[in-house]
């Protein structure tokens, strides 16, 4: 019976990579935690990682094999299985480790101001730029200082704020309460593109109190990262887009209250179709036939892709 379940989804090849993750977790200043590893239908298998572990640590991990559903898919498995005597749920990614405080920072934090949805920062290499910390954050925005230690602060219309630029959120640093984890999913179809985004603020719109944490709360691992892996000569490039695409127009029905947050999120959509029509151009460049069956469901979804695509073939592709 532990207050905090961790939920990490398993998808690996290599070896060493979750031993990794679970090692930073077992050095954690906070100890009353349980967890579930969700088998993705790993090529690795997850039992394997855990052959060196002492019967201890053993004793309070559950695997859970599951046909393969993606990333979403399976942190929505771990969910639906959470016991019944968690307050809180913290996600790690299997090739992320996390620094020894951060547990015990997130449930000061949430138990002492009574929240229910935690971040705190990550830290990561030079491929990792695109991510920046609560403090930088801190800096730009309207932000409440509410404690020193753990440096904590609370930042009004914090789902504005993410939709201008969700750089500063990341799965291995969020921790939520039962409010949010018994009713709030992934949407599991959306592999390659921003299911976390729209998690992040489906939670956010629910909650009663979204708290940040300047602090670092976890260190990106350098396990095989399918997302960052594809670019825009891939074949999956296009489907990452679509999905994109998808995830945004699902966001903008979320925010048809805010008029505000409208614009922005159409600015991402229609960088989502110019994106996907110059990968395809690229393809016809090259002599390659286009993805015209995707290309043919997202016009059926997004007709406003035909208008980009006139666009783009007037103004780049003529003679």
Not at 118 to 144: C, N, P, Q, R
Request: neutral net charge; contains cysteine.
């Amino acid at each position: 019976m532990a207050s905090i379940t961790i939920v990490i989804p398993f998808y690996q090849k290599q070896t060493g990579i979750l031993q990794r993750a679970l090692t930073s977790i077992s050095k954690q200043v906070f100890q009353d935690f349980d967890i579930l590893i969700v088998d993705d239908e790993s090529p690795l298998p997850a039992e394997n990682e855990l052959l060196s572990l002492s019967d201890e640590d053993r004793a309070r991990i559950r695997v859970i094999r599951q046909a393969n559903a993606g990333p979403g898919g399976a942190r929505n498995t771990g969910l639906d299985n959470v016991p019944a005597s968690s307050r809180f749920v913290a996600f790690l990614d299997s090739d992320d480790e996390w620094a020894p405080q951060h547990l015990g920072n997130a449930f000061e934090a949430l138990t002492r101001h009574d929240a229910d949805c935690y971040w705190d920062s990550i830290d990561g290499g030079e491929e990792f730029f695109y991510h920046f910390s609560m403090a930088e954050l801190a800096k730009s925005v309207d932000a409440t200082r509410l404690s020193q230690t753990p440096s904590l602060i609370e930042i009004p219309d914090i789902a504005s704020v993410m939709l201008k630029d969700w750089s500063f959120l990341h799965l291995s640093c969020m921790v939520i309460g039962r409010p949010l984890f018994e009713k709030i999913r992934f949407e599991a179809a959306l592999r390659l593109a921003a299911e976390d985004v729209l998690f992040f603020c489906d939670c956010m719109l629910a909650a009663k109190r979204v708290l940040l944490c300047e602090d670092t709360g976890a260190l990106r691992g350098e396990g095989i990262n399918i997302f960052h892996s594809i670019d825009n000569d891939s074949p999956q490039f296009l489907r990452q887009q679509f999905n994109t695409w998808t995830a945004l127009n699902t966001l903008e029905q979320r925010f048809l209250r805010r008029p505000q947050d409208i614009a922005t999120i159409r600015a991402y959509k229609n960088r989502a179709r110019k994106q996907a029509l110059w990968s395809q151009a690229k393809q016809l460049r090259r002599r390659r036939l286009p993805q015209l069956g995707l290309l043919a469901k997202w016009a059926w979804r997004d007709p406003a892709i035909l208008q980009s695509a006139v666009q783009l073939a007037a103004g780049k592709l003529a003679p």
